[in-house]
């Protein structure tokens, strides 16, 4: 065809080429290409060559060209894909690594193919990809770094994890030696010495200390050196009784922790373990206080002779019915212990140490881990404040225990009828906490109480 289409459309025509079909585009310069304005726009081949978007695909991929010239075969125009601005929906850049140039490629992306006037398409990032990628993508890996340094440095430079081991040994008594010298001593004392003042002096706890750490096997530590009884100044010398339960609140065992340790392990958190350390002294307390009342029954029924008089003594039936009543007491008391053991290093202790090994990878996670293996303890030992209706009659009974004690160690025959009258009450505050205890486990609180309802109530002893 001869035409000057053909020459905008192949400019690659030999200058030959191009001369004919320009002297016979001249001749055929009638030919018409437009349809009539009545039609609407037109559609020829020329409008869908410069205008891609405007016009339908099919007429684009269909045009023809006709010639008003005899024997012209009429031209077959092939379709020109258009070039179109994709729109950027892919920013999986923002998911990659950052690398040693992390703002290689960020100031601007540029588009191969796409031109304007001449001039390459260049789209700016945003201002927030480029501080997310220069600024807080690299900050956040050096923090990264520095916290996984410093909880190496703690754990295996500054021997954090033998801090929490000294702790669970010594205030929290899993050092059976340990616990045993202590307590018996200090009970011995308590029940014994009637001058509150030696009991509260320095010389004789740190005595008393330096005793129970010798018949432990890790009292030669370097953490046991860190121990110390300190007394809270919360009471008065003269309003203290043997026989109360909360005797020996005042005496705390403190543990010295020196920085940077002391981020993770802050007195704070000392006191919280000296409120499970008072307990346990009550509870095991009352274990001590009922062996020696076996002892004192035995020596009531003995019949002996003084100046002349011989003394009264418990008959067999009296003794049989002191000793089932004492054994009752006795089964309340190691429960409650056994309890609270297992809660404490069979239960928060072992979740403790599953989450320093596969949960704690930075010094935040450590402080938040340590401190929940303290409140779990608190919550399980029934030290909680949402426990206290409980604690309350736990106390109670504890109280009638130490109680029954006293009377028989200073004369079971006379004080038989009150030993029994304090076993009645035992009964009775027994029965309320089994009652309150099965409510709370039927409706899901503190689930941890069925271990305690099925160590109590075996057998459903106490239920019928």
Known sequence: LDSTLKDVLYGQSNQSDQFQLSSHAHKHSATSYTHSSSHGPSESTIQCLLYPGKFSSDTFDTAMVSQSAPGDSPLKLEAIPAVFQQY??????????????????????????????????????????????????????QLRLIDKALLEHLTRNCNLVKHFT?????????????????????????????NWTRICSASFLNGLLSRALDSSLQGSSPEAARLSFVTNGRHQVGTLSATSVNAMN?????????????????????????????????????????????????????????????????????????????????????VMHSYITNQLFNLSWQEFEHELQHKVHGVDELIHAHQSFIERAIFRCLLSRK???????????????????????????ANYEKMCEIHA??????????????????RGYQPHLDDYLLRLNFNGFYSH
């Open 88 to 141: 950027r929906d892919d920013y999986s850049v923002l998911d990659e690594l950052p690398g040693t140039n992390t703002s290689s490629g960020l100031f601007y992306l540029h588009r191969e193919g796409v031109e304007y006037a001449g001039e390459t398409s260049i789209t700016f990032t945003p201002l927030g990809v480029l501080l997310e990628h220069c600024l807080v993508q690299p900050v956040l890996t």
């Open 166 to 194: 000294a702790l669970k040994l010594f205030l929290l008594m899993e050092d059976g030696e340990f616990a045993h010298t202590l307590t018996s001593v200090l009970f011995e004392e308590l029940t014994n010495d009637k």
């Open 250 to 334: 005042f005496l705390e065992l403190n543990y010295k922790v020196d920085w940077p340790c002391n981020v993770v392990i802050h007195p704070g958190h000392i006191q919280k373990y000296n409120r499970v350390f008072n307990f346990l002294l009550q509870v095991r307390r009352a274990s001590w206080a009922l062996k020696n009342t076996a002892i004192y029954l035995k020596h009531s029924c003995i019949t002996y002779s003084g100046q002349g008089a011989e003394a009264k003594c418990l008959s067999e039936g009296q003794h049989r019915q002191l000793q089932l009543k004492r054994h009752e007491l006795q089964h309340f008391s190691s």
């Open 387 to 413: 426990a206290q209706p409980v604690m309350k009659i736990i106390v109670g009974i504890l109280t009638n225990v130490l109680h029954f004690t006293d009377y028989a160690r200073l004369d079971a025959v």
């Open 425 to 442: 009450k035992f009964r009775e505050a027994l029965s309320l906490l089994l009652k309150v205890i099965t409510k709370l486990v039927a």
